[in-house]
């Protein structure tokens, strides 16, 4: 079956830097963008980046532009976000994304989620 699995997530001091990593089986992971979502206490889920299906492109957030950098492996169908210069505001619970085609049907996977936290 499909799986999204998360790791990396934890306790950082504001400033530090946090790598998360989601490994993906169960589907053609190379036919699919590739997300990390945020959801913040309180707050509706947003997207924090995407990268495109060969890495031709990604996008991000506002916030998270030149701070975090998605990139993915196509042939360890994994998906990783660097997290540099943490804030408080980056504090939530981050989802691992994939969006694409199996099959001419348009399909959309969620990993568990993990918590990160910034804080002093």
């Known amino acids: 079956q499909v799986q999204l699995v998360e790791s990396g997530g934890g306790l950082v001091q504001p400033g530090g830097s946090l790598r998360l990593s989601c490994a993906a089986s169960g589907f053609n992971f190379s036919n699919y963008i590739m997300n990390w979502y945020r959801q913040a206490q309180g707050k509706e889920r947003e997207l924090v980046a995407g990268?495109?299906?060969?890495?031709?492109?990604?996008k991000y957030s506002d916030s998270a532009k030149g701070r975090f950098t998605i990139s993915r492996d196509n042939a360890k169908n994994a998906v990783d976000l660097l997290m540099n210069s943490l804030k408080s505001e980056d504090t939530g619970v981050y989802y691992c994304?994939?969006?694409?085609?199996?099959?001419?049907?348009?399909?959309?996977?969620w990993g568990q989620g993990t918590q990160v936290t910034v804080s002093s």
């Open positions: 994304n994939a969006y694409g085609m199996t099959g001419g049907l348009l399909n959309e996977y």
């Open positions: 990268i495109a299906m060969s890495s031709e492109w990604t």
